[in-house]
């Protein structure tokens, strides 16, 4: 029943902005990191930002200084504020989390199911 469901992508100027947001349902006992992929057309995913637990955070070098991951773990939410947006930023972005279900005594891997993000002018 654990699900990842990414909204806020769309279309966007070079130089705008976009805000992503994951929120992860179900019953959920603990979330550890949480992290966010894009993938571009013919291209490998590629790690974007991570999150951890406590909120380290990381960034790949193209986006740092753009880009902020934030999480909610009250709302068991990450966020991906994306700034100064540039076309080589278009691609599929993909929220992901190692979540542990209410029932299960094992954590598994979840992605979410993709939101497109179009940066053009």
């Known amino acids: 029943q654990v699900q990842l469901v990414e909204s806020g992508g769309g279309l966007v100027q070079p130089g705008g902005s976009l805000r992503l947001s994951c929120p992860a349902s179900?019953?959920?006992?603990?979330?550890?990191?949480m992290d966010w992929y894009r993938q571009a057309p013919g291209k490998q995913r590629e790690l974007v930002a991570t999150i951890t637990s406590d909120g380290s955070t990381n960034y790949r070098d193209s986006v740092k200084g753009r880009f902020t991951i934030s999480r909610d773990n009250a709302k068991n939410t990450v966020y991906l504020q994306m700034n100064s947006l540039k076309p080589e930023d278009t691609g599929v972005y993909y929220c992901?989390?190692?979540?542990?279900?209410?029932?299960?005594?094992?954590?598994?891997?979840?992605w979410g199911q993709g939101t497109q993000v179009t940066v053009s002018s």
């Open positions: 992901y989390a190692f979540i542990t279900a209410v029932g299960s005594n094992w954590p598994a891997n979840y």
């Open positions: 179900g019953s959920i006992s603990s979330i550890a990191a």
